[in-house]
């Protein structure tokens, strides 16, 4: 007996280290600095029925050298948990812990030569396996409809360090659209000329409509953009009423438009504005430079210095921008 309705999520918890989580080529959690973070996540919205691809792209963060790089003391412990939808109780089937502390390091540089190493980072994770699961009991088999593949570890996008993973998950929903919908170019591949190109168009047909609609409290407009995404959402976590997602979105971003301790929503400053496209090449976002998940919808305190985000993701379909996540 395997699960009729998983309810997926990752738990995190990470010291001195700074990195992208990853699945399927979406980034879904970003850690830039070295402060301690914990967190517990539902992933349903960003897997696929078999095979999944998990990574994690380690980031530069400031070291006892003055520079920028990895770090001896670095940790990140990464559990992958699974429970029925309307269980409480979820148990871990997959588990990533790396620990900086067997890096070959000569003076801040990793040395990628040195394979033992880097994979010894990973020496108290979980190892490849199949598997069943049995009254929240796992029980090995050839024929498992889980699977735990080998890690691959090596230099990642920063010169510092990529783990990346196949996890077969078994999922009762379909493929989410976002993974069919047109390629797009990341920022690197394109000319300053198409870079320029492509964010205006962004800004101007997926982020304008939205920010209008927010600004003027407009619930049908805010349904009409929002319901592709609910219906995803409401197959990814079970929702028993059919439009539940979307008007829950829709409720919640009323909700912050009438919230008397924040001011209207804040126009977008589009010279501080980047493109960023997912490294499966199927989703785009408008962030601020140096910050990649950081939202462009923003709701400032009125009483306090800080800010209060709607993020949000959209997908190229035919030629029209659509919001996905």
Known sequence: MNYKKPF???????????????????????????????????????????????????????????????????????????????????????????????????????????????QSTLISSSRPCQFNIHNSNIKLADDGKFAIGEYQVGKGITEALQISQTITLPTPFPLWRF??????????DMTDEEWEVARKDLYNNAYQPLWQAINDNDKEKLKQLFTERGKEYDLAFYKPNKGQDTYEMVHHISGLINDS?????????????????????????????????????????????????????????????????
Not at 61 to 74: C, E, S
Not at 288 to 300: D, Q, V
């Open 179 to 188: 993974f069919e919908a047109d390629e797009l170019k990341h920022h690197y």
């Open 261 to 325: 301790e924040l001011e209207s929503v804040l126009p977008i400053n589009f010279d501080y504005s980047d493109i960023c496209v997912s490294f499966n090449h199927q989703l785009a976002w408008l962030h601020n430079f140096e910050l990649p998940l950081s939202s462009k919808l923003e709701f400032k305190h009125k009483n306090a210095d800080l800010v209060t985000r709607i993020p949000v993701m959209f997908a190229h379909f035919d030629g029209k921008w659509e919001i996905v996540r």
């Open 8 to 118: 997926y999520s990752l738990r995190l918890k990470s010291n001195n280290a700074g990195y992208y989580l990853v699945i399927n080529g979406c980034i879904i959690e970003e850690h830039n600095g070295i402060e301690p973070n914990q967190m517990e996540f539902p992933i349903n919205q960003w897997i696929k029925n078999g095979e999944n691809s998990f990574e994690i792209y380690h980031l530069n963060v400031p070291t006892g050298f003055g520079k920028l790089g990895l770090r001896a003391d670095g940790e990140i412990i990464l559990e992958l948990c699974v429970r029925e939808n309307d269980e409480q109780n979820a148990i871990v089937i997959q588990r990533t812990a790396y620990v900086g502390t067997t890096l070959n390091l000569d003076r801040n540089k990793v040395n990628y030569s040195d394979v033992e190493a880097l």
